[in-house]
């Protein structure tokens, strides 16, 4: 485990202990909780937001992560607009009443300024600063920032994805974008990692970097792991996205025993107990 502490926009945390990301989705399409937040007119229920963002800091979710662009395999664009309008409001209701590091799940290079002055804590970015512009916007704001691997992109991610060796290729890109970022004069010391299960990779994918996690320490950089209610959950147990609960704590303990320093999650509850049971041992 990378042993660290790290400032997001005044909140100091110290990854010697591991922490938890809650998910809250602003889209209607998401995989898993699309369109839970919505009302009938198409706009996001901003009450229903607060409240489910208010459940998981209670919780022990250390992180809310507020995401308005579905990246779930074949998922469709968003206008820059609409994703806008999705996220803005939220991060700024949420820095006005809630006090937890607010994370912002976007590649979009306007959102990421426009949510670091709303009080965003962490840009979260699948596509790891790779569109234009997005490196000089984080390296402008001065926030931390989690570099994501993904095979592709969401529209073609999981079709036949391959690698000549997997672990290797992951952390290779993963390194050349840590390059890229301290280049354009973000601090090493602010970025996180996370190597995207499910994001281009197939099941068996999934299980050999789950089981070989432990490699990334390399990096010397906080580790993040979602695998929460993912496909690779459902082929393995055969249960639908809902009833994968079970099959994503047990996935993130054995993402803590290889090293995982912040655990994304739909269900923080059962993930902070379960990460309490760890930490004892």
Do not use: W
């Not at 060796?165 to 970022?181: G, H, K, P, T, W």
């Amino acid at each position: 485990m990378s042993e660290c502490s790290m400032n997001f926009a005044g909140k100091v945390l110290d990854f010697n202990t591991p922490k938890v990301m809650g998910i809250l989705n602003v889209t209607p399409d998401s995989f898993s909780d699309g369109n839970e937040l919505f009302l009938d007119s198409g706009e996001v229920s901003l009450d229903k937001a607060l409240l489910r963002a208010e459940a998981m800091s209670e919780a022990g979710a250390a992180f809310i992560d507020i995401g308005g662009e579905s990246t779930k395999p074949g998922a469709a664009t968003v206008s820059l607009e609409e994703e806008i309008d999705r996220v803005l409001p939220l991060v700024e209701l949420i820095h006005k009443n809630i006090d937890v590091i607010i994370s912002v799940d976007t590649s979009s290079p306007e959102i990421m300024l426009q949510a670091a002055s709303a009080g965003a804590g962490l840009i979260n970015d699948v596509r790891a600063l790779q569109r234009p512009g997005a490196i000089e916007a984080v390296s402008k704001i001065d926030l931390p920032v989690c570099l994501m691997h993904m095979q592709g992109s969401p529209a073609t991610m999981q079709e036949a994805p391959r690698y000549d060796n997997l672990v290797n290729e992951v952390i290779s890109f993963l390194d050349s974008r840590i390059l890229a970022c301290t280049a354009a004069g973000i601090d090493r010391n602010q970025i996180i990692v996370d190597p995207g299960f499910g994001f281009g990779k197939t099941l068996e994918h999934n299980l050999e970097l789950l089981g070989r996690l432990s490699e990334f320490e390399k990096l010397k950089l906080p580790l993040l792991v979602g695998l929460s209610r993912k496909a690779m959950l459902g082929l393995i147990t055969g249960k639908s996205v809902r009833d994968r609960k079970a099959a994503s704590i047990a996935a993130a303990v054995i993402a803590l025993m290889k090293g995982a320093n912040i655990i994304r999650t739909h269900d923080v509850p059962d993930t902070v107990d379960a990460m309490k049971v760890y930490q004892a041992v």
